[in-house]
């Protein structure tokens, strides 16, 4: 166990800060500040600059192995060997800073990591770079209105025509597809053969015609997420990643990105500050909120949660860093961390008292609105990338050894 | 940057492990545990000549000079193994006696202590639940204690009891030994019956001043408190490995209970809250000896954390066990008695996070 900010870190820190100073100047910084943080859309990857600009930053920035540091340098990545405390650090400067960081979601986090992994050369070079800064923006086509949790059940279906794929069928719950230049999907191809053997990894260009994305408006009354339509819609014959009938593999590289991602306990991190700060400051009979003896209990309860998942991280990447089998401690965060964020939004919820009814953006709220978009949004991240009960059998039968589930 | 055990700490624990399953079955753990004084010297001489006793003492004075957390390695593989015997308050003593400032005291003690020849005892707590040091009324006059300690580990085997008390400067540790006048030690019926408290009064005891003021104190109640949470986590963990096992032995309707929903998604459930946990216990654990502005608010988070899971984890395994668990035959009440002392000693969580919060300045 070593844990000191021991001199090599100091400096590390030194090292950030300057190359911050000198890259990103107080002119950056005041002429159109990051995205805030603290709001859900913010956690999420909403609004985060892409501009010349930030891609001028970030290109330095990934250089210096401050972002992306899974990601080979040769494919546009940093390439750091995993270090938690150094990552803290740059974090916090960056924040600091007002900097642009690294580009949330599903593209740069699922689909770049799958490419290291599992792609050809030509599409490494062609779409990695890219998706880290930004630049192609991705949404990813797994679930449909039959397949959810039986993800292999899926039938959309993509035929070859000459040096074309013919894609038939409709995937639901796409995120961010409205905005996508490019969708990864699974997509049968082989209907004869076993259900996952008979399924391919292909990377769509949403502007292909015969796409017809709907969105779909969720309960927080934001359109996130949409329904997307294929009829006829022909792709190259090179658009898949893997051969033919190894998609299900392919995607199983992806998920694991996936659930690394959701699994990771800074959302409920900044939720839990947030509302600590806020229990400072509301005041119920003359007291601020923070000094009621039921509400200092369950926020020490739900901290102490919190930093478990926390340090469980820091253990995985040391496991990761030395190539060892996490165990149960690499199956459970996604799990444990968003009923983690469960518990943090409703303490919010209760701290705010009465202004919890206030809707997002009503200015006149404490937090305007934001923890009940939050305390919402625990959906979202149970649900997406596999639901709670799917975790639950996951957790069980490879983590504790219990007889397989019902399969097909 | 690395967080996680060093080849030494896993050796440490494996070899603590490999012991206790040999040497300290549940079978023995009912024979000690059923004894008159609950203590084992055959045991605690076993465990001596691994080194176990000098874990945390400097080398100069016999001991292996080794942290908290490798003392936590131990409590875990304890609590796993629901081992009987004066553990915990033999190393809230130790940890006392090595934060404090009287150092012929130290080396006349700690040597004995690091081979096994004298057993230590830790005497805080008073009335119900009050372990602040600046709240205690035990008192010294000249060099003579009074007082009352209600929960004090194994006053009756130990050799050598460390009080908390105060006197007319403060709180303070003090050095009582075994067979001193005016000390009256009677036993406790505890639930847990692998860890035996005593009831001790102090009237007019002859004790030496070992430390002035309550860092020595709170050092000593905050090891306590990491040793419990590995405690539990241990605890934990095996009743949680007992019933997985379990439910892919029992059958009902046809088939082994694991592969029923309910019971792979409850198991489940369990391994989700407690694994985390364990490195919230290495963390605290590690935080004892590195990041001293946290180890104290750490040590409380983390016990009341840890009772909790070791709590529910166990209420979980003994229903899926069906009636089987509910019996005196079958060991897992074993563990869940020890649940039921690690939530309440030294404070319950309640306690433990309402001091997080005065220490959070909230
Ligand atoms: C906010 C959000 C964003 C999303 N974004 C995307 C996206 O970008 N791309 C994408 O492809 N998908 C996305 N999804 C879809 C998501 O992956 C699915 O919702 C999820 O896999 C569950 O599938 P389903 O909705 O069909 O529910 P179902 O599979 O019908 O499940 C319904 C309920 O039944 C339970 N259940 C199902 N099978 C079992 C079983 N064997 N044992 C026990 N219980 C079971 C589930 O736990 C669940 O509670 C998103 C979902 C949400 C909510």
Redo the contacts with the bound molecule.
């Keep these: 166990m070593n844990l000191s900010y021991s001199q090599e870190y100091q400096d590390f820190r030194e090292e950030v800060r300057a190359f911050l100073e000198e890259n990103w100047t107080d002119a950056d910084r005041a002429s159109a500040p990051e995205v805030d943080l603290q709001t859900v859309r913010g956690a999420m990857g909403g609004g985060i600059r892409k501009d010349a600009r930030a891609t001028e930053f970030r290109k330095k920035a990934i250089e210096r192995g401050y972002m992306y540091r899974g990601i080979p340098k040769k494919y546009g990545g940093g390439e750091q060997p995993p270090d938690p405390l150094k990552a803290t650090i740059i974090a916090e400067e960056f924040r600091r800073a007002k900097a642009p960081f690294e580009i949330m979601g ?1 593209g740069p986090s699922m689909l770049a990591p799958t490419l290291v992994e599992k792609g050809t050369e030509e599409q490494r070079q062609k779409y990695v770079e890219p998706t880290l800064l930004g630049h192609i923006l991705w ?5 449909e209105p039959g ?5 292999a059940s899926l039938r959309t279906s993509a035929v070859l025509d000459g040096d074309h794929w013919v894609i038939n069928g409709q ?1 639901i ?4 597809a409205q905005e996508a230049d490019m969708m990864f999907a699974l997509i049968r191809t082989e209907p004869d053969k076993p259900q996952h053997e008979g399924i391919t990894y292909f990377l769509i260009d949403m502007k292909t015609p015969g796409i017809d994305v709907r969105p779909l408006r ?1 309960m927080t009354g934001e359109a ?2 949409n329904e997307v339509f294929f009829d006829n819609a022909r792709v190259p014959v090179d658009s898949i990643v893997g051969n033919r009938g190894e998609g299900w593999q392919v995607s199983r590289s992806t998920l694991k990105h996936e659930r690394a991602l959701i699994g990771n306990a800074s959302l409920a991190r900044r939720t839990f500050d947030g509302l600590v700060a806020m229990a400072q400051v509301i005041e119920v009979r003359g007291e601020p909120m923070i000094k009621d003896p039921v509400i200092r209990d369950r926020i020490a309860a739900v901290e102490a949660d919190l930093l478990a998942a926390e340090y469980n991280g820091y253990r995985l990447l040391t496991l990761g860093a030395k190539n060892q089998d996490a165990g149960l401690a690499g199956m459970v965060p996604k799990l444990h961390s968003t009923n983690l964020v469960y518990k943090v939004t409703k303490l919010a919820m209760d701290i705010l008292s009465d202004r919890g009814l206030c809707a997002p953006g009503e200015p006149s709220a404490p937090d305007m609105g934001g923890f009940s978009t939050a305390y919402m949004w625990y ?2 991240m149970a ?8 975790q639950r ?1 996951i957790i069980g039968e490879r983590g504790l050894g219990l007889p397989r ?2 399969r097909k | 940057m690395d967080f996680g055990l060093t080849e030494d700490q896993i050796l440490l624990k494996d070899t603590v492990h490999r012991f206790l399953e040999a040497e300290c079955p549940t079978t023995r753990v009912r024979a000690i545990m059923e004894s008159d004084d609950g203590h084992d010297q055959q045991l605690w001489q076993g465990l001596a000549e691994l080194g176990m006793h000098g874990l945390i003492i400097p080398a100069e004075h016999g001991g292996a000079e080794l942290e908290v957390l490798d003392l936590a390695l131990i409590a875990e593989e304890r609590g796993w193994a629901a081992t009987p015997g004066p553990f915990l308050g033999s190393s809230m003593a130790t940890a006392a006696l090595l934060a404090a400032d009287d150092q012929d005291a130290k080396s006349e003690w700690l040597p004995k202590l690091a081979t096994g020849a004298a057993i230590p005892t830790f005497a805080c707590g008073e009335k119900v639940g009050e372990w602040d040091a600046d709240r205690l009324e035990a008192t010294v006059e000249g060099d003579r204690l009074s007082g009352e300690k209600p929960l004090v580990p194994f006053a009756g085997v130990s050799d050598l009891l460390v009080v908390a008390a105060r006197d007319s400067d403060g709180p303070g540790l003090w050095l009582v030994e075994r067979g001193a006048s005016g000390v009256e030690v009677t036993s406790i019926r505890g639930n847990d019956m692998t860890r035996r408290l005593d009831s001790v009064r102090f009237d007019g005891a002859p004790a030496r001043k070992v430390a002035a003021g309550r860092a020595a104190i709170d050092r000593a109640r905050d090891v306590g408190l990491v040793l419990i949470a590995a405690d539990c986590y241990g605890g934990a963990n095996r009743c949680l490995r007992m019933t997985a096992d379990y439910a892919v032995t029992r059958e009902q309707f046809g088939q082994v209970i694991g592969s029923f ?1 309910g019971v792979k998604h409850q198991l489940a459930n369990m391994a989700t809250d407690l694994e985390p946990s364990l490195s919230l216990l290495w963390y605290t654990a590690h935080a004892m000896d590195h990041i001293q502005d946290k180890a104290a608010r750490h040590a409380a988070l983390a016990k009341a954390h840890l009772a909790d899971l070791y709590d529910s984890t166990v209420r979980y395994a003994i229903e899926l066990h069906g009636g089987i668990g509910f019996t005196w035959e079958f060991d897992l009440h074993l563990w869940f008695r020890r649940a039921l002392f690690n939530r309440s000693y030294l404070g319950g969580s309640t306690y433990q996070r309402r001091r997080a919060a005065e220490l959070g300045d909230w």
């Design positions: 599903q949404c990813q086509g797994y679930s397949a959810g949790s039986d993800l995937k719950w796409t995120s961010n969720q996130d997420f959906w979202g649900l997406g990338g596999g639901a709670p009960n799917i059998n589930d019902v | 929903q």
